[in-house]
Nanobody
Framework: QVQLVESGGGLVQPGGSLRLSCAAS????????MGWYRQAPGQQRELVAA???????NYADSVKGRFTISRDNAKNTVYLQMNSLKPEDTAVYYC??????????WGQGTQVTVSS
């Protein structure tokens, strides 16, 4: 059974930074693409950033230049560094692991609130 545990969320002022972490267990972490999704109240869940096993990354247009996804395969952990945070970044952030065709394992989510 795969387990994904997020941490690092919280309340931050606009313009501030947070780093989210996701610790994975249960399958060979390094060979899977990992992603960070977010879901704001009343909105659909959206893919924020993803990183492949080879380290290639992609980002939603809304976070390009502000967020950075990275992974440490030795620690089975994926990170999301979020800088220049805006109120519209407020959401529950989820870590996910991609299987053959889709993201099939999810963490419980961590709340990020950007407010003054």
């Amino acid at each position: 059974q795969v387990q994904l545990v997020e941490s690092g969320g919280g309340l931050v002022q606009p313009g501030g930074s947070l780093r989210l972490s996701c610790a994975a267990s249960g399958r060979h972490f390094s060979i899977y693409t990992m992603g960070w999704y977010r879901q704001a109240p009343g909105q659909q869940r959206e893919l924020v950033a993803a990183i492949t096993s080879g380290g290639s990354t992609n980002y939603a247009d809304s976070v390009k230049g502000r967020f950075t996804i990275s992974r440490d395969n030795a620690k089975n952990t994926v990170y999301l560094q979020m800088n220049s945070l805006k109120p519209e970044d407020t959401a529950v952030y989820y870590c996910a692991s991609k299987g053959t065709a889709k993201y099939d394992y999810w963490g419980q989510g961590t709340q990020v609130t950007v407010s003054s």
